[in-house]
Each structure stands twice: as C-alpha cells, then as structure tokens.
C-alpha cells in the first residue's frame, strides 16, 4: 500500500539571482523520500562561467573558484530530474518553482508532473502569531544553527528539521494539536500534501528525525519555550520614594542617585530629563499644553514616564502617552514599563499601564464566522489559497481566545508575505477589519476573546495608556479619549495626521464595493433583519423585492463605470511628463471644467459613480437606523446588524471621499485633492488636509487639558531655528496664550557635540544620479573606513545605490573586515556591535532608530542630505505657510530635511564618552547661495558642519577619531 505521503523531497537551489530567464543555478541539494523512508541524499555545485556578484558570494559563501570545476547543468540536471513527479517541499517554493519546471516539463511523459509544497503556508498555520516566516528565524529561535547557510543540501536539511520540529511541538499541545486537525478537515484540506505529514504517527515522526540526525525532543523543548514563554512578574520590590505629585518629590527622584541604582544599577543623574519631567508636571497641574525638545540622552521616556504616573495616581486622572510607531509602543509596554514600576516600587495592581491599539488594527471574529457561513456551500469549489486563508484566520481567532490581550494578534502581526502571495487574504483581512461604527460591543456573541473589546476593558481601567499616533484620532467611542496627552515622537505627527484625515478611495475600494452589491455580501443581512423583525408575517417581501431592484440596477451602472474608468485614467496618465511604472504617479485632481477629452471621461466616470453612491446611500439611511444594538437578543440578528452596519460605513465613506476628491456637489476647501496611479494598483482619489496644525488645534488640542508634545528633534539645538514649522504643525501656534507656555522649551544637549564630533559636508561629489557616484565616491571612503579598521555605518538613500555599495565594499572588504548588510540576516545590528570592527551598511529610513553605544560606532557616511518628498499636498502646505504663517523654506521645507538628517546623526553618540566623525555628501549644494547655506548650518546646531572637500573630510575624520 502506498504511503499517504507519496515519493517527495525537500530541495532547494542557489542562484546567480532571481531573474529565471536570465540567471543561472550555481548549488543544489535534495533529501529523497518514499513514505517516511529516506532514499537519497544529493548535492552539488553547478559550473558558472560568469563573474558573480559579491552579494551572492557573501550569502552563500560560493565563490567563482568552486564553480569553475564544478559539474555542468548537463551533468546535475539528470540528478535533479530524478526527483520528477515528486512533491517538492520548498521554503517559498515559487522561486524553485520559476527555475526548475522548464527543466521537468522538457521529461514531462505524461505520468504525473512534480508539485511544489511551499513550507511558508504550513509554517504559518502552526504559528499564525508569527508575522516574519523566514527560514532562518526558525533555524535561529530553534538552535538549530547559528544562521541559515543559503546553500542547497543543507538549507533543505534544516529545513526538514524545521518541519519536524514544528509537527512534534505542536503535537504537545492537545488543544492546539486537535484544532489544526479539525480545521483540515473543516476547509476541505485533507489532500493538503502537509495535511499528510502533519498527521503523521510519532513512530513515523521519529523515523525521519533519525534518518537525518536529528535530536528531537533537545530541540522540541527549545521551540516549546519559544511558544510559550515564562510570563516572568516584575518584582516592584519596595517603596523608596513618595508618590506625590509635585516638584519637590519629582525633583527627589531624579536627584537620589544612590537609592535610583538600587532599582536600576546604571542610572546617572541627567539635569535635563529632570527638567523634562517638571516641565510635564506643570503642564498637567496647570492644564496647559507644552512644546518640548529633549534631546538624545535625556533619558526622555522615564522623564515623561515619572510625572505621569504621579499625577495620573494622585489625579485619579488617565494619562495617553502616544508614541511614534508600533514598535515604540511595544518598547515602552515591555522594556520601559518595567523598568518604572521597579523604579516607583509598583505592581501591576497599584499602577496600570495598558497598550490599546486602534480599532482597525483589530480583526472581528463575528464578521469572519459571518463570511465563512455564507460561503460554506462554495468550500469545495475553492481554490487552495482561498481555503488557506479561511483557515488561517480561524486559527487566529483560536489564538486569540487563549492568550492575553497584550499576546493577542492583530492586523500589525499577520505575515506581510501572505498578503503579498494571496489576494484573497489581503480581501480577507480587509473584509473582517474591525469597525467602531459597526462594533456592536458587549452585544457581540465572541466578546470575551474579542482583542478590541478586551484592549478597551483593560484599558478603562488603566492609569496610563501606551497607544501610538494614530490611536489619538481613531479613539473608541466606548469611553472618552485621556484629557492628559504625551506625545512622543512628536516630529512624526504631521504624517500621521494627515493619514487620519484624508479621505481616499482607490480602484480596489470600488470593485470591492461593486464585488458586495453583486453578490449582496451586506445587504443580504438587511433583508434577514427585515424578515426577523416582521410585525406580520410576509410583510417584508415586497420591500426586500424593492431593495434588490435598487441594488442590482446600483451594481450594473456602478459597473459600467468601473469598466471604463481604469483605462481612460491609464491613459491620462501615460500621457503626462515624468510618467513612472515603478512608483505612485500623482497629478491634481480633474474638474468638471477640463476640456480635453480623457480629463472629461475621468471626471464624468468619477462623478457619475459619486451620483450612483450617494443614491443608494440615501435610500438605504432608513433602514440604517431602524434597530438599536441593544435591543437585539438574537446572536444572528446581532451579526447581521454588525455587516449591514459595516457595509453602510463602507458606503458612506466611499461618497464623502468622492464628494471632497471632486468638490461636488459643493466645493469643500482646505483640501488637497489629487488623482493618482500606479501600474500594478491602479487608480486612486484622495483628498488630504492642507492646514494640519489647524486641524490637530480643533481635533485634540482644544478638547485636551493639556497635551505635552516631545521629541529629540523639534528644531534645532536653542529652539531659535526651526520650531516654527513644528509648532505649526502641531496646532500649538493656534492656541490661546494662557493654555500654552510662550515658547516651546529646548533642554540642553546631554552631549559635548562641539568636542566629540567632527561633522563634515563635502560638495564636490559627481551628481547622485550619475553612475560613477557610487563608485567614485566609495573609491576614497573606503581608503578612510580600512584606516578605522571599520566601525562605519553607511546610509545610502535609494535601493539602486545601496545595491552598487553592497558590491563595491563586499569587493573591497570581505575577509579583512566584517561587513553587516541590512536584509542579511536578522541581527545584523547586533551582530555589528559584537563585532567591535565592522561596516554596517543600510538604507536611509535603516539608520533611525538604531541604537549603537561604544566604540564599535564612529564614523558615519550619509549620501544625501534627505529630501522631502514632494507631494501635491506637500507644496500645497509650503504655499499655505508662506502666505499665512512665514518663511516656508526655512520653517517648514529646510527643517523637515535637517530633522531626519539630525535623526542620521543621532545615532553616533548614544553615551558621554562616544565621539565620532560624521560625512554627508551632496554635490547640489553647490548652487545654494550662501543665505540657504547659513540656514542649514544654524538648523544643524548643536552639530558645528564644516564645509569642505570629501578627501580632507576624509583625513579630518581620521585624525579626530584615531587620536
């Protein structure tokens, strides 16, 4: 009898690169198998006659030497083609899928071709919480290897330890273990090739771990920890200080260095995060709203951190602490956290700290077991990427109700790669998004693992929430946003809030919208409501009749729009100058005034699908607020209501979109309205705010008690230059003088910039566009980073560049000094700080963030000053400024631009005793005139650049640091 898992074989293959038609298979290796029974082990280098990247030489460690002797493909393919009508288990299968089925269909004989089983899908149904699914994190996390060895046998080695790894692991869980086996079945999976292996014996399982050596249970304990670790409490320990909220007690803390190093060993008294934490408590007792700068080194989150623990305490007041991005939240809530409940001798019960993340960051099970009911009877027709994803999501829910709501996982932890392989799971994801307008709460029937309403009990309760940005304008209705605000990263916030508030809806949007009509998906759920809810019997026939009358004509003239309007707007655009297939093309938005022919077709179809929106709109609104949620008793009555409620949130935002985008049927000011397209996306219309400092003023300012806005870089070192623009932008320049300090406060710098840093702008580089630039450019850098003996990071501020960099220094210094390349592996910067004396190279956005202390940093290399992006709404708001504010370039376009080249900069001194040289390049400033010269220089301040030519920059920053 044949072995339910058939003939199969983990492979995988090494290439030159990633083009098929182009490059060639330099390694491969296999493990063969019949059953569970292990037949072959094959591997072999490929001969390569063409010269080899430095990328691909340092990845894999081949180099053109092992390949010159190597066999030919004429003599490797036959040992590669034994593997025919196999099923290949692969880690991102596609790729070996584009290099290898040329070369099986020319045996193909009609007996059954090879199947390609891609390990990222499985892996991700084991673990959904896992938003990365690379292999070597597996290989790392498990202690398998050190790193992965990108060469054929033994990727495909490690990655059948992996599997097995993974299958027995899991198989511990019993819950766990009998869902996912449940779950196959339910999604019509079971002739899923890793359905087979997942239900394997143990007996078998064990077999295949001693077929390749594998100690099993050593390496199952390992990924079980890695599953469920040690919740580990923090120890608050006691109580050294008072809890009393005003500036003495707040001025006791800071200064009682001795009794602060009992509860953190490496503290040391900084004047400047003291005075960061007076000025928060002023402004929280005073109810006034506060501009600070704390510049790197303050200690800046324990300065905020103290008083507003204090006061929420003493206040019986919740305090939101905002932070920049997830990942700030994440770092506050584990890391940052902690460390002020030791400080401040409080547990958990004493002083609540909760994360709350956004409604539309959470998933809505409710919404998911709707969808899958309604497509229960299709489930055998599905393809397998669409039962895949029903599965997937089914397991998340699963997760969900077991972990706590800080463990639960959101939209932020789904695996980028899914969403870029399957569309459906992108719709899906979308599809069941939490909405608050149509969240139905403590009615729902999933409440108490729901990750939303669970995040909002906790958080009621709270005394400080940890949220990011976009959690100040997306607030729960549940309760009221904090009257006390911190807002960290507060450079940042001018993007976020124009993400907030603009109105955008995209080709995908509106075929998503025509795909809900045609198939009733929202509507459908009226008409349950219609007939559960009947006064006598049948009296809703003839109005459910009336309805899909008004819906199916709604969906036949919204598609007779959406099929012309992708290709008037294609060729709209294919038209204009500067027209890009890589990247969002953007021009103003069409008017009904336009004359030309295609800006006519556009602006008719745009109209017209508006016209059809807003009709059904308005003939649905009755029916929108018949029911109250409350009153509702019926689990599915409460889920109907829950879709018809998102359908109609998704229908009224698409028309206020299209009536903002396009001024119709009225004219809506303060807006930049813009048509937009892209290749592989499509179309999209958007309408952003202009005046954002108008709209933060009126949207938390004015209905806050006091909102205290921080960051590293406000503007620069004294405030006397650039924090204008900022104070635009936060809304603070609109209030009134009594609920704002005059000025914002700028603490003096914690570090010696004038006499531990060298910083130097050189000009007289080829133009950055210009071929040689990398090249020419590096030639005497590289001189500069061997007399270092490395400890370099270089920043290269486009993929083009970056990619020349990685050869070039590959080239020159792989074998005398380590280099650490962002993408290449996933600890690079730690492994660069261990290293003591290596290159770290990375993209530009690569080098905000990263935090490198000591000596294995001292030098840095940008290769531009940063520009910013020039958007329509971007000049709209540099028109705007410089007519009703001031002096835009310097306020506003010159200090965005040294804000992040001051966020470069940060990163070389993180301690008092660190120096360093610091090297930008841009050959354009050779046109500046002097005035635009001395504006940047005085913005860069406490940084002294000096201008000069890159080779005595070169020999400057060596003298300095090697002294």
């Not at 070369?103 to 004989?109: K, S």
């Not at 795909?515 to 929202?522: E, I, P």
Request: aromatic share 10%; charged share 25%.
């Amino acid at each position: 009898m044949t072995h339910p898992l058939g003939r199969w074989a983990v492979i995988d293959i090494e290439t030159t690169g990633i083009d098929p038609s182009y490059d060639q298979i330099i390694d491969v290796g296999y493990l063969q198998f019949e059953g569970t029974t292990l037949i072959r082990k094959y591997s072999s280098l490929v001969q390569y006659d063409g010269k080899l990247s430095q990328f691909i030489k340092k990845l894999t460690g081949i180099d053109s030497k092992m390949l010159i002797n190597a066999p030919s493909w004429q003599v490797v393919s036959p040992e590669v083609m034994d593997v025919f009508g196999h099923h290949l288990i692969a880690h991102n299968a596609e790729f070996e899928r584009s290099f290898l089925s040329d070369h099986f269909a020319r045996i193909d004989d009609g007996s059954g071709r090879e199947s390609y089983e891609d390990s990222l899908y499985f892996l991700s149904l084991l673990f959904p919480k896992m938003s990365s699914l690379k292999l070597e994190n597996f290989i790392c996390d498990w202690k398998i290897a050190e790193h992965e060895e990108h060469r054929g046998f033994q990727d495909s080695l490690d990655l059948l330890k992996v599997l097995l790894i993974a299958v027995a692991t899991v198989r511990r869980d019993v819950e766990l273990n009998a869902t996912l086996g449940a779950l196959f079945k339910k999604y019509n999976l079971t002739d899923y090739w890793y359905y087979k292996f997942f239900s394997l014996s143990d007996e078998e399982i064990a077999q295949l771990s001693e077929s390749i050596e594998l100690d099993l249970d050593y390496h199952c304990n390992i990924a079980w920890e890695w599953m469920y670790p040690v919740d580990e409490k923090v120890d608050a320990g006691e109580k050294l200080f008072s809890l009393e909220f005003n500036g003495e007690n707040l001025k006791n803390i800071f200064r009682n260095e001795d009794a602060v190093r009992l509860k953190a060993p490496f503290y040391k008294y900084r004047e400047s995060q003291e005075t960061l934490a007076l000025r928060i408590g002023q402004s929280f007792k005073n109810k006034v709203h506060s501009l600070i700068q704390a510049p790197t080194g303050t200690g800046k989150t324990l300065g905020y951190l103290i008083p507003s623990a204090l006061f929420a305490m003493s206040e019986q007041k919740q305090v939101l602490v905002a932070t920049g991005t997830k990942t700030l939240q994440h770092q506050a809530v584990s890391k940052d956290v902690p460390g002020l409940r030791r400080l401040l001798g409080l547990g958990d019960d004493e002083l609540k700290v909760r994360q709350l993340i956004g409604s539309g960051n959470h998933l809505c099970e409710l919404l998911f077991r709707q969808s899958v009911e309604e497509e229960d009877l299709l489930t055998n027709t599905k393809e397998f990427k669409e039962k895949y994803t029903d599965m997937f999501f089914d397991l998340v829910f699963f997760y969900n109700s077991r972990s706590h709501v800080d463990d639960q996982i959101t939209r932020g932890d789904l695996p980028f790669v899914m969403k870029r392989k399957i569309e459906d799971f992108s719709t899906k994801e979308s599809d069941i998004t939490v909405d608050f307008r149509s969240c139905t709460g403590q009615s729902c029937p999933f409440k108490n693992d729901c990750s939303y309403i669970k995040g909002l009990r906790e958080a009621k309760d709270a005394n400080i929430i940890i949220g990011n940005h976009a959690l100040m304008f997306s607030w729960p209705r549940s309760f009221p946003r904090p009257s006390y605000v911190v807002v960290d990263e507060a450079h940042k916030v001018e993007g976020e809030t124009t993400s907030a508030f603009t109105y955008e809806v995209s080709e995908s949007d509106l075929n998503s919208l025509n795909k809900a009509l045609l198939h009733s998906q929202g509507i459908g759920s009226l008409f349950y409501l219609l007939a559960q809810n009947e006064t006598t019997e049948g009296e809703s026939t003839a109005v459910i009749t009336n309805i899909r009358g008004e819906v199916t004509n709604t969906q036949q003239l919204l598609q007779d729009h959406l099929n012309g309007l992708p290709t008037v707007v294609e060729s709209y655009f294919k038209k204009r100058p500067k027209y890009t297939d890589i990247f969002w093309n953007e021009a103003p938005m069409i008017n009904r005034k336009r004359t030309d022919e295609l800006g006519m077709a556009i602006f008719n179809h745009l109209d017209s699908i508006r016209f059809i929106i807003t009709n059904l709109n308005n003939y649905l609104l009755p029916y929108h607020s018949r029911w109250d949620v409350k009153e509702l008793t019926d689990d599915n009555q409460i889920v109907a209501f829950t879709r018809f409620e998102k359908f109609m949130g998704v229908l009224d935002d698409t028309q206020k979109a299209l009536e903002v985008a396009l001024d119709q049927p009225e004219e809506v000011a303060g807006y930049t309205k813009s048509l937009k397209y892209h290749g592989e996306h499509g179309m999209s219309v958007s309408a952003s705010p202009v005046n954002v400092g108008k709209v933060l003023h009126q949207g938390l300012l004015e209905i806050s008690d006091s909102v205290v806005f921080t960051s590293a870089t406000l503007g620069n070192d004294k405030g006397d230059q650039g924090s204008r623009g900022i104070e635009w932008a936060t809304g603070y320049s609109y209030l009134e003088p009594e609920r704002r300090f005059k000025s914002g406060f700028y603490l003096p710098a914690t570090f010696d910039y004038k006499n531990k840093t060298k910083v130097f702008l050189c000009d007289d580089t080829l133009p950055i566009w210009d071929k040689s630039f990398v090249p020419q450019t590096l030639k005497k850098v590289s001189k500069l980073i061997r007399e270092l003996k490395g400890r370099s990071l270089l920043l290269f501020s486009a993929r083009s560049r970056f990619e020349i960099a990685r050869e070039l220094l590959l080239e020159e210094f792989d074998g005398e000094i380590p280099l650490f390349i962002q993408g290449m592996g996933n600890n690079v910067v730690e492994d660069f700080k261990k290293s003591e004396s290596g290159i770290l190279l990375g993209m530009e956005s690569f080098g905000e963030g990263i935090d490198i202390p000591g000596d294995a940093l001292q030098f840095v290399f940008v290769d531009k000053i940063p520009d910013l992006r020039m958007d329509l709404v971007i000049q709209d708001r540099r028109d705007f400024y410089e007519s009703n504010i001031g002096n835009e370039f310097t306020d506003y376009y010159l200090s965005h631009r040294t804000r992040s080249l001051h966020q470069k900069l940060g990163r070389l001194l993180r301690t008092e005793e660190d120096i360093g040289g610091v090297i930008v390049v841009d050959s354009r400033i050779r046109s500046w005139k002097g005035r635009t010269m001395q504006q940047l220089l005085k913005l860069m301040e406490p940084y002294q650049i000096q201008r000069t030519t890159l080779d005595e920059a070169c020999e400057k920053v060596r003298d300095f640091v090697i002294q």
